[in-house]
């Protein structure tokens, strides 16, 4: 890790962080005491871990080393295999035998999301639920950005699931570190003022159950409840939606079903 913080280190320019050039420098990039500067650390603590004499960094301070350093995310990401810790990444590829049980769950809306909340994969019960996905944009199939969508005006408790949905995102740990999520945040920001409200409240609560109240155009009002399961060894999530038997949104999900 010490070879690659220095030459990180030594390809930046004051300038490119916002300091002055200044005089002339003996030795190329950013010196070790403006580096631990911008991390937020002591430049002694700095100096050990670019020897290799450090402790073991903090979860926290590889994200301050790799915002103060410009690393790019894969970048980021070889930093934290360096120090032992898993990459923090998006990934995009729904296992096969995820995609299987997805055919498999006949009766039941369901659908996969990465952790930004991107649908990445859905059933035809989603489809009779809310729609043909496949029509919307991929860069439109975001669930967090149709909760802040103003036109959204089908879920009743849109304002109780958005906040823990958002609430729910900032429990991942993966912002400011994961680009992805930091594109995200900060463009649903600029463009909702709800979502700024809620990000900037800072709850943190993972979800696992939500309930949501919605209105379909053909079977009515429905509550549905989100079960939220984590698939294993991916950044992956499998919501189902289901409904208590003998209620009317079971009856409505049969109803559903049928039209699949």
Not at 54 to 71: E, I, K, N, W
Not at 124 to 143: K, T
Not at 152 to 166: E, F, G
Not at 217 to 227: A, H, I, K
């Amino acid at each position: 890790m010490s070879g690659f913080l220095r030459s990180r280190r030594e390809r930046l320019r004051p300038e490119d962080v916002g300091f002055p050039a200044g005089a002339r420098r003996q030795t190329p990039g950013l010196r070790r005491e403006e580096v631990a500067l911008l991390a937020g650390i002591s430049v002694d603590y700095y100096i050990r871990l670019e020897q290799g004499r450090g402790p073991q960094p903090s979860d926290q301070v590889l994200t301050a080393l790799g915002d103060a350093l410009r690393l790019t995310g894969d970048e980021h990401d070889y930093l934290r295999r360096l120090a032992g810790q898993a990459p923090i990444h998006v990934a995009q590829d729904v296992p096969e035998n995820v995609l299987r049980l997805l055919e498999r769950l006949d009766h039941v809306p369901a659908m996969v999301i990465d952790a930004c909340y991107d649908v990445l994969a859905w059933n035809r019960m989603m489809v009779a639920l809310i729609g043909d996905l496949s029509a919307v944009p991929a860069h439109r199939r975001n669930r967090l950005r149709r909760l802040f969508d103003p036109a959204n005006r089908s879920t009743a408790n849109r304002l109780d699931l958005a906040r823990r949905c958002v609430a729910d995102l900032r429990a991942s740990g993966r912002y400011p570190r994961d680009p992805a999520i930091r594109h995200l945040v900060d463009s649903l920001a600029e463009e909702s003022p709800e979502f700024a409200t809620l990000w900037a409240e800072r709850e943190i609560a993972v979800q696992h159950t939500i309930t949501k109240q919605t209105v379909h155009p053909v079977v009515g009002p429905l509550e549905l409840d989100c079960e939220i399961l984590t698939i294993p060894g991916h950044d992956h999530r499998l919501l189902l939606y289901t409904a208590a038997p003998d209620t009317l949104t079971h009856q409505a999900l049969t109803r559903l079903h049928t039209t699949t």
